[in-house]
């Protein structure tokens, strides 16, 4: 269970995580009756030029990729420019506290840091809360709750 206050009255209330299968759910404060919206992590929020996507890191590996009918990619992005098993990204929890790292798969047009150097192939690195890379057409951030 997960605790949270409303936004607007501070109401406290509960939420099962267990029978939730989304990145976010709008939750109406049982005592005001705002809509609450409330976001659960750690998850990648994907921005191309026409939309913006969420998709929720598993813990383990989570394979990043173009979107096609052969691809086995857990996140499948509708860009060009973007290999079909383009990266992987591995959460792991130490000490209570998560890990994420990310590794360019040899992806034809790379992966790019926020300072944009682009990546090597087959080498992890790190991938902090609201840190941010490029693959194709496409910026990836992580976000943590």
Do not use: W
């Not at 607007?8 to 939420?15: H, L, R, T, V």
């Not at 809509?35 to 996507?53: A, E, H, T, Y």
């Amino acid at each position: 269970m997960k605790y949270f206050k409303c936004g607007n009255c501070q109401a406290p209330y509960k939420i099962d995580e267990a029978i939730i299968k989304k990145v976010q759910v709008a939750v109406n404060c049982p005592k005001c009756g705002v809509k609450n919206i409330i976001r659960f992590g750690p998850f990648l929020v994907v921005q191309s030029k026409d939309k913006i996507q969420q998709f929720p890191l598993k813990m383990g590996k989570n394979t990043l990729g173009r979107k096609t009918e052969s691809s086995g990619a857990d996140f499948q992005l509708e860009d060009e420019h973007v290999s079909r098993n383009h990266l992987e990204l591995v959460l792991e929890e130490t000490d209570n506290k998560l890990f994420v790292t990310l590794e360019d798969k040899g992806s034809l047009n790379g992966t790019f840091n926020k300072n944009k150097l682009r990546l090597k192939p087959s080498q992890k690195y790190p991938f902090k809360k609201d840190d941010f890379v490029i693959v194709g057409l496409s910026k990836i951030t992580l976000k943590i709750n």
